[in-house]
């Protein structure tokens, strides 16, 4: 594939500079010149990296989700939408503004960037080894875990036979915002994520108390997320279990700590929870799909979740209008969607694995370990003589249960058609129906127009 190199300079990141600079007010101060000082200690860094609204809160793309089939707008409120809101709704968006998926998790990555040479300048010594050791890990944790956001965005589902050939993302290497965005592709963007993952671990902790840093149970966890959407079966439960040997606790819908409400209330859960092994949310750029306003969760979800099973109460609540809402987020608030890395799904990430290798024993024994923390006590069973093909099925339908709003159903759609599930999306207006197919073009995201006009990177196909 011919890569193509852009004449003009990131003048986009510029914004993004401006951005990261006003929101490190913790390290950022005046002198009495009114210059600002540069990050330079590894206090600094660490701050830096530790400020959750800049790193984690409101972080993560929102456009898959809007895009995913997991909620619907009823036809009263279809019709009053913004012109551009209708054509997110109906698969036909384009995204003209400077802040958007793509600007917000580049922010991320440039701060992870400028971490990382900062830290060239900053010899490493027995007495702060420990640090040294976080700031590059946690760096190197941030960019990797920014980048696999942005591929399964803007990205084509992976299939190692094509992804020399398909377009991945800026592989964003320097803070340098005078060099050049050159858009990578597929494979050599899987291969960027899962070095500096892979390399990350051997400078993190084990855990750690804040969720909202990363840790070695994080860098496994974002690996068995990574060769999961790869289709890499063997490698996600290899990832998938290392997580789970150093967190493996789940919230008890029958009773838990973290239940800090009955589970009929919104919001039930407590936030940074102990499922929780690395926080981050959804920005609201696209928020169509927030259930709480315009959106609606799709009642065939609905009707799948048993009266014996909890999630049903917990998940979700009434509106006015009769519909559905989602309201089970980890974040103690309706309006914001969770997004991080857990451990409900490192379960089903390691059930599925084991079911795809043919083990279906172990697979078995994670879906009920899971599931037996969801349902009223005493109520879940599974068949005897259940078949690898049935149980599978059964996982899938869990995982898409379990996993609701966490933006991870876009990514699931494009890796099960991939694979033949053969999933078509739907919806309607005024009798008139928009099928978005199977592998469709539009399934890699449109790139922001100003992005394409500045940089000169390709565009996406529709």
């Known amino acids: 594939m011919k890569r193509i190199f852009s004449n003009n300079h990131i003048i986009y990141l510029m914004l993004l500079l401006i951005v990261s600079s006003l929101g490190c007010k913790k390290f950022l101060e005046k002198k009495s010149d009114s210059t600002l000082i540069v990050p330079t200690t590894l206090q600094d860094l660490q701050r830096l990296l530790n ?87 946690s760096s190197l944790f941030f960019r990797a875990y920014y980048f696999i956001q942005l591929a399964w965005n803007y990205g084509n589902a992976y299939d190692k036979t094509s992804a020399g050939n398909d377009w991945g993302v800026a592989l964003r290497m320097t803070s340098d915002f005078n060099v050049p965005s050159i858009r990578a592709t597929l494979q ?11 390399e990350s671990i051997s400078y993190l902790p084990n855990t750690i108390g804040i969720s909202t840093q990363p840790s070695k149970c994080a860098a496994y966890g974002l690996l068995a997320r990574v060769y999961w959407s790869m289709r890499d079966y063997s490698n996600a439960f290899l990832y998938a279990d290392s997580c789970l040997q150093l967190n493996s606790r789940l919230i008890d819908f029958n009773g838990d700590e973290d239940i800090i409400a009955p589970l009929t209330k919104n919001v039930p859960f407590r936030k940074f929870n102990k499922e929780i092994i690395f926080y981050t949310e959804m920005n609201k750029q696209n928020s169509l799909h927030n259930t709480n306003s315009r959106g609606r969760m799709d009642t065939t979800i609905i009707n799948e979740f048993s009266d014996d099973d909890l999630r049903k109460v917990a998940y979700f609540g009434n509106k006015s209008d009769g519909y559905k809402m989602f309201k089970a987020n980890y974040t103690q608030s309706v309006n914001t969607l969770f997004t991080g890395i857990a451990t409900d799904e490192m379960y089903l990430i ?56 966490r933006g991870l159903r876009w990514i699931d759609l494009k890796r099960l058609n991939k694979g033949g599930a053969n999933i078509s999306l739907r919806r309607s207006e005024n009798n008139q129906e928009y099928v978005l197919e199977p592998n469709s073009g539009y399934y890699a995201l449109p790139l922001p127009e100003d992005i394409i006009r500045i940089t000169g990177m390709p565009q996406n196909n529709k």
Not at 356 to 373: C, F, S, T, Y
Request: glycine content about 4%; hydrophobic content about 40%; overall charge negative.
């Open 350 to 405: 390691r059930a599925e694995a084991n079911m795809r290798m043919g083990h279906l024993e172990p697979g078995l024994e994670d879906l009920k370990a899971l599931m037996i923390k969801r349902w009223k006590t005493g109520t879940f069973s599974i068949l005897s003589d259940i078949t690898l093909v049935d149980a599978l099925a059964m996982v899938l339908k869990e995982r898409r249960k379990e996993l609701l709003m």
């Open 188 to 198: 050599e963007t899987y291969t960027q994520v899962i070095k500096d993952a892979h």
């Open 51 to 137: 400020d959750g609204p800049l790193m984690n809160y409101q972080a993560t793309p929102s456009l898959g989700e809007s895009s995913a089939d997991d909620y619907f707008i009823p036809a009263t409120t279809l019709s009053n939408l913004f012109p551009g809101f209708r054509d997110l709704y109906f698969w036909n968006y384009k995204e003209l503004n400077s802040i958007n998926d793509w600007s917000v998790c580049y922010e991320k990555v440039y701060n992870a960037n400028l971490c990382l040479e900062r830290l060239q300048d900053i010899r490493q010594s027995p007495s702060n080894a420990q640090l040294w050791n976080n700031v590059k890990g």
